[in-house]
């Protein structure tokens, strides 16, 4: 069956870097687009990053442009989510999902499948 596993997480210093691992399973890969959505402790939960199979496009939250970088090897069946410069807000239980297509969304409905999550705390 689908089942994605992230992994990397754990505590680091603001301005600290981590980079987050989602093992895929169940299904190939290429044909669909991976999000990472993140979950602070009282709010919702929210996009990240995205990343298309068919093509590689990339979409950011604007809260972490220019600091993350989403990347895939479909061969390897890992998406990756390469943090930097990370600050205090950034602290959340970090999702890998699977789009339902190949499409890209900032809101969770559209993905049908999800992980178990990784914590990430930026904390001195």
């Known amino acids: 069956q689908v089942q994605l596993v992230e992994s990397g997480g754990g505590l680091v210093q603001p301005g600290g870097s981590l980079k987050l691992s989602c093992a895929a399973s169940?299904?190939?890969?290429?044909?669909?687009?991976i999000g990472w959505f993140r979950q602070a402790p009282g709010k919702e939960r929210v996009a990240v990053s995205c990343i298309s199979g068919s093509d590689g496009s990339t979409y950011y939250a604007d809260s972490v442009k220019g600091r993350f970088t989403i990347s895939r090897d479909n061969a390897k069946k890992m998406v990756y989510l390469q943090m930097s410069r990370l600050k205090s807000e950034d602290t959340a239980v970090y999702y890998c999902?699977?789009?339902?297509?190949?499409?890209?969304?900032?809101?969770?409905?559209?993905?049908?499948?999800w992980g178990q999550g990784t914590q990430v705390t930026v904390s001195s």
């Open positions: 999902t699977r789009s339902a297509n190949d499409g890209c969304y900032n809101i969770p409905e559209p993905y049908d499948n």
């Open positions: 169940g299904f190939t890969l290429d044909y669909y687009a």
